[in-house]
C-alpha cells in the first residue's frame, strides 16, 4: 500500500480516531457486543435484517426492522411480503420467502453460532446455508453480534477503496475477490490499531457521515 492517496485515507481515518466518532464507534462495537447475548430469537431478527440489506438501503432495512420486529418469527409468507412491500422493501416477495425458510434456524442459532469455534467456519455456513446470505450479508450479521474479525465490503466501502487507488472497482464481487479486499482493509486496521468491525463503522462515516449498524 503506496502513494500519496493510501497516506490521505489513513489520516482522515486517524482525524476521526480522535475526534468525537470514535466514542460513537466504541458505543456501536459496546452494543453489538451486547447483541450477541441475546436469545436465538433475538439473533434471528438480527439475521432478518442482513436478508432485507442485500442491494438495498441499510437505513430503510432498519425502520423495516423496527417495524416488524417479531413478525419475522411468525408471519406467514403472504403477510410478511405484504408487510415488506408496505414499508418500501425492493423486494418483498424474495426476501420474505428467504426470512420464512430460514426460520427453520431461528430456535437453533445460538447453539449453531456457539457450535463454532472459528468464525470463518461459521460464515462459510451462513453463506451455505441461509438463502439470501452472501459474504456481505454474513460477515455484516457476524458484526452485529460481536464479531469483529469480518469485512463488511458493499458498494460504499469499493467506492472508497477505488477513490484512493487502493483497488480497481470489481465488475462482480466473487468469494476470492471478497477475500482479497477483506485481506488488504486487514492490512488498513492493522496499521490504525483498529479491527474490522471498529474499520468498517469509521469507512462508513467518512463516505455517508454516518454511523449505522
Not at 468525537?20 to 431478527?45: C, P, Q
Not at 472459528?118 to 452472501?134: A, F, P, S, T, Y
Request: with cysteine.
Amino acid at each position: 500500500m503506496e502513494g500519496c492517496k493510501v497516506e490521505e485515507l489513513l489520516k482522515s481515518l486517524e482525524k476521526l480516531k480522535k475526534s468525537e466518532i470514535k466514542s460513537l464507534v466504541d458505543a456501536r462495537i459496546k452494543e453489538f457486543k451486547e447483541k450477541g447475548k441475546k436469545t436465538s430469537n433475538e439473533l434471528f431478527k438480527e439475521l432478518c435484517f442482513c436478508i432485507l440489506t442485500a442491494n438495498f438501503n441499510a437505513e430503510k432495512s432498519i425502520k423495516i426492522q423496527e417495524e416488524i420486529d417479531d413478525g419475522f418469527l411468525t408471519l406467514p409468507e403472504h403477510q410478511l411480503a405484504r408487510k415488506l412491500r408496505e414499508l418500501g422493501h425492493r423486494y418483498p416477495n424474495t426476501r420474505a420467502k428467504y426470512i420464512v425458510e430460514a426460520r427453520k434456524y431461528k430456535n437453533s442459532l445460538k447453539d449453531i453460532i456457539n457450535s463454532f469455534d472459528d468464525g470463518g467456519k461459521l460464515r462459510e455456513w451462513l453463506v451455505k446455508n441461509i438463502k439470501g446470505i452472501g459474504y456481505k450479508e454474513a460477515s455484516h450479521f457476524l458484526r452485529n453480534i460481536g464479531f469483529t474479525d469480518f469485512a463488511i465490503i458493499d458498494f460504499h466501502i469499493i467506492d472508497i477503496l477505488a477513490k484512493h487507488k487502493l483497488i480497481e472497482k470489481p465488475k462482480t464481487l466473487t468469494r476470492r475477490k471478497y477475500l482479497e479486499i477483506e485481506n488488504l482493509l486487514k492490512e488498513i486496521g492493522k496499521k490504525l490499531k483498529l479491527n474490522l468491525a471498529e474499520l468498517d463503522l469509521y469507512l462508513w462515516y467518512i463516505e455517508t457521515g454516518k454511523i449505522l449498524k
